[in-house]
C-alpha cells in the first residue's frame, strides 16, 4: 500500500479533467486502473506463491525466460526502478516540506539537501532489518491511510461541497491512453510485497494476501479520494490543477485546510520512499546470492537479517540522482518506461511456467488464467507502443538503460565461469595421488 499511495493521486486528476473534461469518465478510468493493477496482482500472487524468494521480478523471469533477463531486470530496478523514483519522491517529499514550513527555502536549504537528510534516515532503520523497519513502514502506512479516511470522513460530513459537481463537464482535450498511463502509474509499487517473499512467514498464503488486499484497498481510497474532488468543485475548475488535493481541501473547508492536505502528501511520499527502500535491496541481495553482483550485496546482517549492505549501495546510488537531477519530473521521465515492461514479464511469467513447468506446486493459482494475464500484458503493450511513439525520447532513455545491462552481464557470468575452473583446477592440484594414499 506504502508502495503505490504518493504524490500520483494528488496531482493526476487535474490533468484528467482537462483531458477527458467528464468526472464519470475519471471515475470510471479510475476503477479500470484498480482492475488492472488487481489482475497484475494475481498473477504475482501466484508466482510469489510458487517461489517464495526475495527479489520479486529478478526471480520470475529469470525462472520463465532466462537469467539474461532477470539480471536486466535487476540491473534496472537498481539504476531507474527503485533509486530513480525514490530519488523523485524524496525531491517531491521536499517541495512539500517547503509548504509546511516556507523558512525553509527562505533560509536558503537545497531541496536535496532535505532529501538527502530523509534517504539517510530511512537507510539507517532499514538496516537494523525487518524488526525494526516493518514498524516503521506500518507507522508511516497506517499514518498516511489514516490521514486520508480522515478526509474522506470529513469532506463528506461537513465539507461545502455539491453533488451537482458529479454531473458537471467541460471541453476534452486530451485522449484516454494518456489519462490511463497517468493512473497507472500513481497505482505503480502494487508489486512490492513480492520481493521480500524470501523474509515473510508462511509467504505461499502471505504473499497473495499482501499482494491483493493492499491493492484492494488502494484502490478504494483512489477511486474515494476523486469522488472527494468532484464533490468539491466541478470538472471546470479541476481542469489542468496539479496541486488538486490542496485545491479542493480550501474550497471544501477553507483556506487552513490546504496546509493539512500538504501534510497528508508529505506522510504518503515518506511512506512510499520508505517502502521503496525496504524492498528494492532485496533484488540486489538475490542477484549477489546467484553470483550476478558483487557478492559484498550478498551479505545479511548478524543481528538484523537485513541485507544492509545492499540497502546502502542502493542509497548511494539514489543520492547521486538526487544530487545530478534536480527536479521531480526529469527523475520520473527517467524511470517510467522500463517499469511498465518489467512487471508485464512478470504477469507474462505466470503464462511461461504454466506451459513450461505445469509440475510446479502452486499452493496459490491466479483464477481467471490466462484472461486476466492476457488484459493485464495487453494493456501494457497499449502503454508501450503509445509511449514509443509518442514520447520516443523517454523510451529510447529507458530502452538504454536496459541495453547498458547486457554486456555486464556478459562480463559478470564469464567472470563467474573462470573462477568455477580455477577453483576446480586447485581442487585437483589439492587433492592427493593414490600412491601418496597407499603409502607407495
Known amino acids: 500500500m506504502a508502495n503505490m499511495v504518493g504524490t500520483g493521486i494528488f496531482t493526476t486528476t487535474g490533468f484528467m479533467a482537462r483531458d477527458l473534461g467528464s468526472a464519470w469518465e475519471i471515475l ?14 494475481l498473477a504475482y500472487g501466484e508466482l510469489g506463491a510458487a517461489l517464495p524468494e526475495a527479489g520479486g521480478e529478478y526471480i520470475y523471469l529469470g525462472q520463465a525466460y532466462g537469467p539474461l533477463l532477470g539480471f536486466l531486470s535487476g540491473w534496472t530496478s537498481f539504476f ?19 509548504r509546511l514550513a516556507p523558512g525553509i527555502a527562505g533560509a536558503g536549504v537545497d531541496a536535496r539537501v532535505v532529501a538527502l537528510a530523509a534517504l539517510w534516515v530511512l537507510t539507517a532503520v532499514h538496516c537494523l532489518g525487518v524488526g525494526p523497519g516493518g514498524r516503521l513502514q506500518t507507522t508511516l502506512t497506517a499514518g498516511t491511510v489514516g490521514a486520508i479516511v480522515l478526509m474522506l470522513a470529513a469532506g463528506f460530513s461537513i465539507g461545502r461541497g455539491s453533488l451537482s459537481n458529479f454531473t458537471s463537464s467541460a471541453p476534452a482535450h486530451g485522449s484516454l491512453a494518456v489519462s490511463l498511463i497517468l493512473v497507472l502509474y500513481a497505482y505503480s509499487g502494487w508489486n512490492a510485497a513480492a520481493y521480500l517473499a524470501g523474509e515473510i512467514s508462511d509467504p505461499s498464503r502471505a504473499v497473495p494476501r499482501a499482494l491483493l488486499s493492499g491493492t484492494a484497498v488502494v484502490a478504494a481510497l483512489y477511486v474515494a479520494l476523486n469522488a472527494t474532488y468532484f464533490y468539491a468543485l466541478p470538472v471546470a475548475r479541476l481542469a489542468g490543477v496539479l496541486a488538486i488535493g490542496e485545491t479542493t481541501a480550501d474550497a471544501l473547508f477553507g483556506p487552513g485546510a490546504a496546509r493539512l492536505v500538504a501534510a497528508t502528501i508529505a506522510l504518503a511520499i515518506l511512506s512510499s520512499a520508505s517502502a521503496m527502500v525496504l524492498a528494492g535491496p532485496r533484488v540486489y541481495y538475490a542477484m549477489a546470492r546467484d553470483r550476478l553482483a558483487p557478492r559484498l550485496l550478498a551479505a545479511i546482517g548478524a543481528s538484523s537479517g537485513a541485507p544492509a549492505r545492499a540497502i546502502i549501495v542502493q542509497s548511494a546510488w539514489t543520492s547521486i540522482l538526487i544530487l545530478f537531477f534536480h527536479t521531480f519530473e526529469s527523475v520520473v521521465i527517467y524511470t517510467g518506461f522500463v517499469v511498465t515492461l518489467f512487471s508485464a514479464a512478470g504477469v507474462g511469467a505466470v503464462i511461461v511456467l504454466r506451459t513450461t513447468r505445469p509440475e510446479m506446486p502452486r499452493p496459490f493459482a491466479m483464477p481467471g488464467y490466462p484472461w486476466l494475464a492476457v488484459l493485464y500484458l495487453a494493456t501494457s503493450a497499449w502503454i508501450a507502443i503509445y509511449t ?12 538504454a538503460t536496459v541495453a547498458a545491462g547486457a ?33 607407495v
Do not use: K, N, Q
Open 28 to 41: 470510471a478510468t479510475w476503477m479500470a486502473g484498480g482492475m488492472i493493477a488487481l489482475c497484475g496482482a
Open 80 to 98: 531507474a526502478g527503485f533509486s530513480g523514483a525514490i530519488a523523485a519522491a524524496l525531491l517531491g517529499l521536499a517541495g512539500y516540506l517547503d
Open 388 to 399: 514509443v511513439t509518442g514520447r520516443p525520447r523517454e523510451a529510447i532513455i529507458g530502452l
Open 407 to 439: 554486456p555486464v552481464y556478459m562480463l559478470m557470468t564469464r567472470l563467474e565461469r573462470r573462477t568455477r575452473r580455477l577453483a576446480a583446477r586447485s581442487e585437483r592440484s589439492d587433492r592427493p595421488h593414490r600412491s601418496e594414499v597407499s603409502g
